[in-house]
């Protein structure tokens, strides 16, 4: 099998995934990346840049046997502007998140066309796979409100259209850094914020809650691990004054080793999203040695024991002061994210990637 991989926003986890989940297949693939910035313009534009790639590739003899594709481009105009590159060729595609429930800060004409994105590309796919049963059925439930916006000409049907090829595959991560690095303590408690810098993971309300730990005169650490970008470099600054000395780390790590020994050195993992579709990063800080402390809403509640959620502000600042007092063991929620190493998961990848392939073949000989 060859596999043509379509990933417009090449970072985050969508890059972890990948890279964790494409060279374990055993199969040929073909990668096509943009950088992880503008997600915006590459939902809308990438389609245009990628199938040139892909036309380019098959005239040098490359021929494909799947396409498999993110949510950030735009699969039915891939396939139209890669013509003969595709043409019967089947695909997947895979949904790190929805943009039916993606959280926006300002609602605009703009923000409809992601949606339809999103919908566009399930119905031109064969298979569609969600990271979680959050993503699944709100992106399903969703729909039927946000096609009653169409002016006229509504379409019926699609929903039923889309689930019925439809199911739930959670990414992958690949444990090796992690067993690498050392578990290390240090004479302070340290707390790890493992996420982008971005209204969606709401980092406000993190700092709110160790600043009033700070005020306290507890003694701890923090550090913040996600990707940022330049555009918050001052809000960030004001966010961590209150903490002091207690801010050991603030930004992105350089790769994966760095990033998985500050994991290793953390005691507690907290999420504070708004919005979260699976949540890798909090699965590797498990992982790592983390106890972690998520929100009881989006994908959490299908993934965490009600012991590692909190429901409120002031009950993750009571658990993080707890947590503060007296750390926990290293190590106790790993079994929480041992489900989702890329070796446990590479199965059902075979699985999906074999049934849709050997499905379109199946298809194509009875057409004959």
Wanted: charged share 20%.
């Amino acid at each position: 099998m060859r596999i043509l991989v379509l990933e417009p926003y090449y970072g985050g986890s969508h890059r972890a995934v990948l890279d964790a989940i494409l060279p374990a297949l055993g199969h040929d693939y073909d990668l096509l990346t943009l950088p992880a910035s503008k997600w915006k313009w590459r939902m809308r534009g990438s389609a245009i840049t990628m199938a040139e790639q892909a036309r380019t590739l098959h005239a040098s003899g490359v021929q494909w046997d799947l396409v498999y594709a993110s949510t950030f481009i735009n699969l039915a105009e891939f396939i139209a502007l890669a013509g003969p590159a595709v043409a019967g060729v089947p695909s997947i595609v895979y949904f790190h998140e929805n943009q039916l429930v993606y959280p926006t800060r300002y609602t605009a004409e703009w923000d409809y066309q992601f949606p339809l994105t999103n919908i566009t590309s399930a119905l031109v796919a064969g298979e569609c796979l969600f990271n979680s049963n959050w993503t699944m059925d709100s992106f399903l439930d969703g729909i039927p409100a946000f096609l009653r916006q169409f002016p006229d000409h509504v379409p019926t049907g699609v929903t039923e259209r889309i689930a019925a090829k439809s199911r739930v595959l959670a990414p992958p991560f690949d444990p090796a850094p992690f067993d690498a690095a050392p578990v290390v303590r240090g004479d302070r408690p340290r707390i790890a914020w493992p996420h982008r810098w971005e209204h969606d993971k709401d980092p406000q309300a993190f700092f709110a809650a160790v600043a009033e730990l700070a005020a306290e005169g507890l003694d701890f650490e923090v550090a913040v691990l996600g990707q940022s970008f330049h555009d918050a470099h001052d809000e960030m600054t004001r966010a961590a004054a209150p903490l002091g000395d207690r801010l050991v780390h603030m930004g992105e790590p350089g790769d994966r080793e760095a990033y998985a020994a500050l994991l290793a050195s953390a005691d507690v993992a907290v999420s504070t999203a708004r919005n979260e579709f699976f949540g890798l990063a909090m699965i590797e800080a498990c992982y790592a040695g983390c106890t972690p402390l998520v929100p009881d809403r989006l994908a959490y509640p299908e993934i965490y024991p009600v012991s590692y959620r909190y429901r409120r502000p002031g009950e993750l600042v009571a658990r993080l002061r707890s947590l503060v007092c007296e750390p926990p063991a290293p190590g106790a929620a790993r079994r929480v994210a041992e489900a989702f190493t890329v070796g446990r998961m590479l199965p059902a990848y075979r699985e999906v990637f074999e049934q849709v392939v050997d499905a379109s073949r199946e298809k194509g000989a009875r057409t004959c």
